[in-house]
């Protein structure tokens, strides 16, 4: 390891490589944690990326897991991974915030490590703190009430997505090569595409979750390598009786048929979903051009038509505009108002009539059923994982009265359960990442990492992640 600048070495490492030289001994787990202690204070000064550090566990961590490798008994090929931990995930003895001043977290007990975060401490990983996120996880960006602003590592004054902000910015600027994040309505495939990191959101139930928090919630990886996101999936999915939801434990190992990739395939191409904000041009182009590069392959390529326009996702908005008031409003009076885009994005919740918000669930299995048909045509979907690049830091959204808008091409995918990815496919004429959007058939994640995989050996050249 170079002695002037360690970090520059470490930060380039993925897992995989990372796993390999613990295995080697030419890295140990404890050197690793150690010099990523020593920048983290660097980096968050820039980036505000972790608002509760724990350098004292994360060394004990890794000294553990340093005994394991040099014994010859590693917990797995995860084994000294350093990583970081999501807000909204529980973890034993850390508060958890759900990135709102709202949340009077520092009442609570925190006894117990939600599932992915059980299954990581099982493998070895080291953590090295918790990160930051947009207050309740409905924001599409790094702003939050009590945390403050996140910052994209790409371009300090833009945005790295939410609400698995903190999460994003940690494995983009080189502090983890790893994390967990958690969707909702994207909140993992936005910040993959802000952040140009490869992210998956399973299948509904396939990672166990607890406790539960709505239909639509999922966890799952975000890395810089589709090999790596198949790596942790191999820890995520062990079962957990907590999650009576969860779908059967498969045993499926992620790696082992990663390249894969079916062939004979029809692919769809969907540019523009038709609702939310207009398509921005680098975006579309750059989604074309992977598509491209998949019928290059031989795969057959199928415009599609979208189904839906303008409008069609206030139905949606409403359903996660009432499950955010029913959160946000357990709190004090006093509190709500700290937290005044959430507050203000509510208000109208309450007024809001049984009827109307049944009528709403009823038009959203609509739409389900309207992103089905499409898969009764083609076997995969490719549109862009967001319609537009990182925006300001400083907004919750491009535009403050449209805070549900950015999630117009994520969100769907969420209420059909299917397994999606969020994979780099270029840069903007300003030099902000883009995000290809994979969608495959509902429980098929072995699939959508496959076809991820075989795009990352194919797409353009990369730049390299930003140092800070």
Known sequence: MSQANPFQEIRQLSATALSRKFRAKDLSPLEVTQVLIDELDRLNKSLN?????????????????????????????????????????????????????????????????????????????????????????????????????????????????????????????????????????????????????????????????????????????????????????????????????????????????????????????????????????????????????????????????TPFKQGDDRCAELFYKQRCFSEFGQYSERLKKQSPYIYDWTLDAVNTPAPELYKAMNEMRAMREKVMAIFNQVDYLLLPSVAIPAFDAELPAPDINQLFAPWSNTYLFNTTEQPASSINCGYTKDGLPIGLQIVGPRFDDMGVLQLSRLYEKIRPQQQPFPAI
């Open 49 to 305: 990326m972790v608002y509760l550090p724990t350098p004292e566990r994360a060394l004990q961590e890794a000294k553990a897991s340093e005994q394991r490798w040099m014994d010859g008994t590693p917990n797995g090929p995860l084994d000294g991974i350093a990583t970081t931990i999501k807000d909204g995930l529980l973890s034993i003895n850390e508060p958890s915030y759900r990135g709102s001043i709202a949340n009077d977290a520092d009442e609570y007990s925190w006894n117990q490590d939600a599932p992915v975060n059980a299954r990581l401490r099982e493998a070895g990983m080291v953590s090295l703190g918790k990160t930051t996120m947009p207050d309740f996880g409905i924001l599409a960006s790094g702003y939050s009430s009590i945390h403050g602003i996140t910052r994209n590592p790409w371009a300090l004054d833009k945005n790295p997505g939410g609400s698995s902000s903190g999460a994003a910015a940690s494995v983009a600027c080189g502090l983890s090569p790893m994390v967990v994040g958690t969707d909702i309505v994207g909140s993992i495939r936005l910040p993959a595409s802000f952040c140009g990191l490869f992210g998956l959101k399973p299948s509904q139930g396939r990672v166990p979750y607890y406790p539960p928090n709505a239909p639509t919630l999922v966890a799952g990886p975000m890395t810089r390598t589709v090999t790596d996101a198949a790596l942790m999936m191999n820890a995520l999915c062990a079962p957990d009786p907590r999650d009576f939801t969860a779908l059967a434990f498969d045993d499926c190992n992620y790696l082992e048929d990663l390249e894969r990739a079916p062939r004979q395939l029809t692919l769809g191409l969907l540019t523009d979903i038709g609702f939310g904000p207009e398509v921005n041009t680098d975006v579309k182009h750059a989604v074309e051009q992977a598509a491209k590069a998949f019928a290059d392959l031989g795969y057959n390529i199928e415009l599609i038509d």
